[in-house]
Structures are given as structure tokens and as C-alpha cells.
T-cell receptor, first 115, second 110 residues
């Protein structure tokens, strides 16, 4: 597609429910990142994929968070047993190569609210 | 621990003013510094800097990196109301993550 597409744009869920956030990166982009951004903060790194391989998941806050990119394109970030502190903007980004030092293009994000 | 500090946190200027936004960092194995503009939608890429002292320019925006003093500045000349946004600075090291600062919120008033 023309840009990084994320869905849903907004998600309100009850505490304890599982949520799945979807990212459709720019076509052909090798690298895919997930970030979380709280109000008044910069994006915080969660995880990184090179094609389908999850090469860095050091930013995932705990084992309730997981991500996959099974065919090296679309990715899903899943949060199990959501808690109120999980409320944030979740942003996906992609970049054309698997090399470091290339710019990342961000999607519009999914605003998650856990009530 | 890697650190990226942006200043000021917020700024209000009049149209036509020139602004300078600052980003200082402490990063192990520094690779690059990036500037993004974040409006209501996605952060949009402005510049990537890897070498000291080489100015990057795009219209009224310019940026430069000082790897000795570990900082970068983003200049915006002849500001317009459309420049109002949060400006994010991020650094990369040997890993994959962009390490972001908290951003500078710029408001340009007519």
C-alpha cells in the first residue's frame, strides 16, 4: 500500500480481555517495528522483525505481549489479559531494508484504551 | 542506559520567527540520529544524521549533528502555523530500536 496501515484505529476493551492489533507495512519493506507511545512521551520500542524473523523483542514489557509476522508482511501485536496500564498509542513502522541506519515510516497507530 | 533528552519540552512562537530545537544524547555505539515531525497522524521523517558537522537542509528546516558534544539541533526559519507539531529526536545504536526523546511541542501562532 501507499503507507503503513494499522487497524483498528481505536480500540476500547475491558480489563482482562485479549486484543490483537494489526499492521500492514509498506509493500516490500523488509523491516517492521512495533512501538508504544504514552501521552507526552516519545515512542518506546517494543519489537523488531526482519521479514518473518523476530530479531529483537527486548522491548516487550512482559509475557502478556507477543507479536508475529508469519509471512514476512502483515504483523499482529497481541496483548493478553489487558490491564489499564496497557492503554497507549501502539505504532507500527516499516523500513525498506534490513540494514541499520535506514529511516522508518510510521503508521497512524492504534489508540488502545483499557477500561 | 541510553538517553535522549530534548529541549525545550514546549515552545510558543509567532509566525515568521526562527526556532532552534535541541537534542542531546548518551548512546553506546551510536550509529545515527533522526528527526521526526509528529502531527495528529503518524510521525513523518525529516532528517537522518550520521556525520558530524554536515548540515542537512530541506526548505526552511535544517539540522546538524555534533558527535563530539553529543547533540543535534533542528532549525526552522520563517515559521508558519503548519509547523506546529511535536518534533521527535531519536538515536540508533548497534541494535534495531529507535530510541526516542520525549519530543518538543512547538506551537506557531498567527
Amino acid at each position: 500500500g501507499a503507507g503503513v496501515s494499522q487497524s483498528p484505529r481505536y480500540k476500547v476493551t475491558k480489563r482482562g480481555q485479549d486484543v490483537a492489533l494489526r499492521c500492514d507495512p509498506i509493500s516490500g519493506h523488509v523491516s517492521l517495528y512495533w512501538y508504544r507511545q504514552a501521552l507526552g512521551q516519545g515512542p518506546e520500542f517494543l519489537t523488531y522483525f526482519n521479514y518473518e524473523a523476530q530479531q529483537d523483542k527486548s522491548g516487550l514489557p512482559n509475557d502478556r505481549f507477543s507479536a508475529e509476522r508469519p509471512e514476512g508482511s502483515i504483523s499482529t501485536l497481541t496483548i493478553q489479559r489487558t490491564e489499564q496500564r496497557d492503554s497507549a498509542m501502539y505504532r507500527c513502522a516499516s523500513s525498506p531494508t534490513g540494514e541499520l541506519n535506514t529511516e522508518a515510516f510510521f503508521g497512524q497507530g492504534t489508540r488502545l484504551t483499557v477500561v | 542506559e541510553d538517553k535522549v533528552v530534548q529541549s525545550p519540552l514546549s515552545l510558543v512562537v509567532h509566525e515568521g520567527d526562527t526556532v532552534t530545537l535541541n537534542c542531546s544524547y548518551e548512546v553506546t555505539n551510536f550509529r545515527s540520529l533522526l528527526w521526526y515531525k509528529q502531527e495528529k497522524k503518524a510521525p513523518t521523517f525529516l532528517f537522518m544524521l550520521t556525520s558530524s558537522g554536515i548540515e542537512k537542509k530541506s526548505g526552511r528546516l535544517s539540522s546538524i549533528l555534533d558527535k563530539k558534544e553529543l547533540f543535534s539541533i533542528l532549525n526552522i526559519t520563517a515559521t508558519q502555523t503548519g509547523d506546529s507539531a511535536i518534533y521527535l529526536c531519536a538515536v540508533t545504536n548497534s541494535g534495531y530500536a529507535l530510541n526516542f526523546g520525549k519530543g518538543t511541542s512547538l506551537l506557531v501562532t498567527p
